[in-house]
């Protein structure tokens, strides 16, 4: 009789108890491991984007003990250098890198530094082994900034959402096909969800009176890591101070004092303090902070930016502020045009920009969609200022899918909104039937560019 009372109690948990969450979480697990396995050992041929493959050698060379050095220089940058040391290019070997932001390399480099020397490449295999853990990496990235995200959207909205929006965010085929590049992407990800977790933190406080000084520090590390990763992140970082400024403005004292003591201080000097060592670095190798990335700015001016990369001086005579407002304005015009494919081919991504409409009732919620409206908006203004290519392409200045998870959260919030005010929860069963189509049609459409990645063989 006691056999029997353990075995209905373990069958009770099984259905409605305490097991229920673990079977699903062991099921999605299993699923995710199944795709990364698929994905790194059949679909991965290696490294197939230029950049990243020219961020990986420098992790080479970093991992090798040569420090921040390239083998791959391009005829700009060797006119840069040797410019700066009096017409003489000065290195014979170890040639320092000038173009490339460092944290990915760095993290390249301990990945190296621990692969070349546990599985070295043998003659019998067709992908350096290498290539695959940096891909691999890149995706555990991707898989741990999901568990984050989850927990933002179900600080800001419900864990129901959480999970729906978190079952979206895996499906998106951007994300699994920018860990095959080498591009700092996917770990940039990761460090923008941990910013903007704590942003919100640091709203949350503000709302609850409490000092949000260490969670607007806490960002401001983040967004310094992301500013090492890629430069362009400085954009992101704008956008926050902007949001910053009218959401942490003192409320009390003289107008000059709220300023001195305005917390956004916190972020921005933290920022400065981490990005300054690179920055001198580069100055002392080039006369230039920004060393040779600064010239790919000059892309779709004079002509594509490999051809600038190959120049070895620019005629910048002919060169008009015009030009540049043409260039930001056709870049800006065509993200807009193809925001459905910057933001993941999501359908319910784009639906952001029309949530930034409703009033949602939790206060922090309805505040931290202007500071990720604001950060979006200051990176297509940076994207627009570097370029970024045509729709689908594969592209190292791309900022959009940063913003995917948390614009599918928005998105989503407002759907369901929507259909809650329909009255579908306690409506008849044809109503919840048209309820739950929707959202596997949405599923299906968000899944499919991943489905065709991993039935198609190359």
């Given amino acids: 009789m006691a056999n029997e009372t353990k075995v209905q109690a373990f069958i009770h948990a099984l259905e409605e108890g305490g097991w229920v969450s673990r079977i699903r979480l062991i099921l999605l697990l299993a699923a995710m491991a199944s795709v990364y396995v698929i994905v790194i050992l059949s679909q991965f041929k290696g490294l197939d984007n230029a950049k990243g493959m020219?961020?990986?050698q420098i992790g080479r060379e970093i991992a090798s003990g040569h420090g921040f050095c390239t083998k791959f220089l391009r005829p700009i940058a060797y006119a840069q250098l040797a410019r700066h040391f009096g017409g003489t290019f000065?290195?014979?070997?170890?040639?320092?890198?000038?173009y490339n932001a460092p944290l990915n390399p760095y993290f390249d480099a301990m990945l190296l530094h621990f692969t070349e020397k546990t599985w070295p490449m043998t003659r019998k295999d067709i992908v350096y082994t290498s290539d695959r853990v940096i891909a691999g990496a890149s995706l555990l990235c991707f898989f741990f900034s999901i568990g984050i995200n989850f927990i933002i959207a179900k600080r800001i909205f419900d864990r129901r959402l959480a999970l729906?929006?978190?079952g979206l965010v895996l499906?998106?085929?951007t994300f699994w096909n920018y860990a095959l590049t080498g591009l700092p992407q996917n770990l940039m990800l990761l460090v923008f969800s941990l910013t903007t977790y704590c942003l919100i933190r640091a709203i949350d406080n503000r709302d609850e009176e409490r000092t949000p000084l260490i969670w607007l520090g806490l960002s401001g590390i983040g967004f310094g890591l992301l500013i090492l990763a890629h430069g362009l992140a400085v954009w992101l970082l704008i956008g926050a101070l902007f949001y910053m400024a009218f959401a942490f403005l003192p409320r009390s004292g003289v107008w000059w004092m709220r300023i001195l003591l305005h917390p956004a201080w916190v972020p921005l000097l933290i920022v400065l303090g981490m990005a300054l060592p690179w920055l001198l670095h580069i100055y002392r190798l080039t006369g230039n902070p920004f060393g040779v990335a600064l010239y790919s700015g000059f892309g779709q001016l004079l002509g594509s930016e490999s051809s600038?990369?190959?120049s070895m001086a620019l005629d910048t005579t002919d060169l008009s502020f015009a030009w540049f407002r043409s260039k930001v304005q056709s870049n800006t015009i065509a993200q807009f045009s193809n925001i459905y494919s910057y933001l993941g081919y999501s359908p319910i991504a784009p639906v952001f920009f029309i949530?930034?409409?409703h009033t949602f009732k939790r206060k922090g919620t309805a505040s931290f969609r202007w500071c990720v409206f604001s950060m979006w908006i200051f990176a297509v203004l940076g994207m627009?200022?570097?370029g970024l290519p045509e729709e689908g392409e594969i592209h190292a200045n791309d900022l959009h899918m940063l913003?995917?998870?948390?614009?599918i959260f928005y998105g989503l919030a407002f759907i369901l909104v929507l259909w809650t005010r329909l009255g579908v929860e306690r409506s008849e069963v044809t109503l919840k039937l048209v309820r739950w189509s929707f959202f596997i049609g949405v599923y299906v459409l968000s899944a499919f560019p991943l489905a065709h990645m991993l039935l198609t063989t190359n």
Avoid: E, H, N, W
């Avoid at 000065?90 to 000038?98: E, G, L, M, Q, V």
């Avoid at 913003?403 to 614009?407: A, E, K, N, S, V």
């Fill in 403 to 407: 913003f995917i998870p948390l614009t």
């Fill in 90 to 98: 000065p290195f014979k070997t170890d040639i320092p890198d000038t």
């Fill in 355 to 357: 949530a930034l409409l």
């Fill in 164 to 166: 729906l929006g978190m």
């Fill in 171 to 173: 499906v998106c085929y």
């Fill in 384 to 386: 627009s200022l570097f």
């Fill in 54 to 56: 020219d961020q990986a």
């Fill in 308 to 310: 600038v990369m190959r």
